[in-house]
């Protein structure tokens, strides 16, 4: 099995509350006060109390076109990823020689060479690294990543791999988008990083930790709409369509099913739920087709409270606080959880 023995997540210093970026929104893309009424409506119903954003609120203004925000997520991406994996690697015990895979993913900005390369630079990991970046995953990618790092390691070749995730959402906005998308994502969505380090069985570090037992991908047929980005010459404009919760309750429930029964597992064996904070309805919808409550999943409502929908990144950052929070006993079953463009699903299951 593979051994997670570190995650951590981190966030850019820039934190203020909903109605100072609802405010923003209004100012920045939104003429009438119709329009603004509207999107206040949907920014108070996202359960998000405040955001970080990747830079101070005042430079938003002054962010004209896809180069220039575009260079504004290279610098500040780099910076956090860098400090997620530091401070990953330091939980661990483990230093930036040890790596034999990173995994990079984001979807809020175009890096080549990719943020891995960058990152690696900057950090010393060694030259002979194996690299992988990941794009368009979205708000799946927390959980696929860690998924794929199990993929890698139970191959038997490496013994110690690493997830950075890295999502700027403050930099896609769209000032001439008034549709009801762009109004919902710019009350969820905020800025993070994280990362993961995993581990084979064999390596030293794997003697504490939730380990990796299975994972299961679903990739829904005739949903591409669901979710995603439209790119163009303004850059990243989001695509969110109102069927999204609707595809988690026709699915989710076999899909969890499918990763607990070759295990002889049912849902109420699982003591631990590491969901990504979608948004309100999504959650919802998770906890209706489960039979679960929101003490169930309190730690990724605590999380879209506090900082927002940080896509990739989100699911890592509750995976985080949940390893910090109450300790886990020997045998403990856990599932983390996300969904993304595709629409897709990946769940992966851990046992301490």
Not at 209 to 215: E, K, M, N, Q, Y
């Amino acid at each position: 099995m593979t051994t997670i023995a570190g995650v951590r997540g981190v966030l850019p210093p820039h934190r203020y509350p909903q109605a100072q970026l609802t405010e923003l929104f209004g100012r920045l893309c939104l003429p009438d006060q119709a329009a603004r009424a509207v999107a206040n409506r949907f920014h108070t119903s996202a359960r998000v109390a405040s955001r970080h954003l990747a830079l101070p609120i005042e430079r938003y203004g002054d962010l004209e076109g896809f180069t220039a925000t575009n260079d504004a997520f290279l610098s500040v991406a780099v910076d956090l990823g860098c400090e997620a994996a530091l401070a990953a690697l330091d939980e661990a015990g483990l230093l930036p020689s040890d790596v034999d895979l990173v995994v990079s993913t984001t979807v809020t900005g175009i890096a080549v060479p990719s943020l891995d390369a960058r990152i690696a630079a900057r950090i010393g990991l060694r030259p002979d690294v194996k690299r992988l970046p990941l794009f368009g995953l979205g708000c799946v990618a927390g959980a696929a990543g860690i998924a794929r790092l199990h993929d890698f390691l139970r191959g038997g070749s490496m013994s110690v791999a690493m997830l950075v995730s890295v999502e700027l959402c403050s930099l896609t906005l769209q000032r001439a988008d008034r549709s009801v998308a762009n109004m919902v994502a710019s009350g969820l969505f905020g800025d993070g990083a994280a990362a993961v380090i995993a581990v084979s069985d064999r390596h030293p570090a794997a003697a504490r930790g939730p380990r990796v037992v299975d994972s299961v991908s679903h990739l829904y047929e005739n949903s591409e709409r669901a979710m995603g980005w439209d790119i163009g010459g303004t850059g990243l404009k989001v695509v969110l369509g109102a069927e999204v919760p609707d595809l988690v309750r026709t699915h989710l429930a076999k899909d969890v099913e499918r990763l607990l029964s070759s295990h002889g597992l049912g849902i109420g064996d699982v003591a631990r739920w590491i969901c990504h904070p979608g948004g309100p309805k999504v959650l919802e919808s998770i906890q209706s087709v489960l039979g679960l409550d929101e003490d169930d999943l309190a730690m990724t409502w605590d999380s879209l409270h506090r900082i927002g929908n940080l896509s990739s990144a989100s699911v890592l950052h509750v995976f985080a606080d949940t390893l910090a929070g109450r300790p886990a006993s020997a045998g403990d079953w856990g599932v983390v959880l996300a969904m993304g463009p595709g629409f897709c699903a990946e769940l992966v299951l851990l046992r301490w």
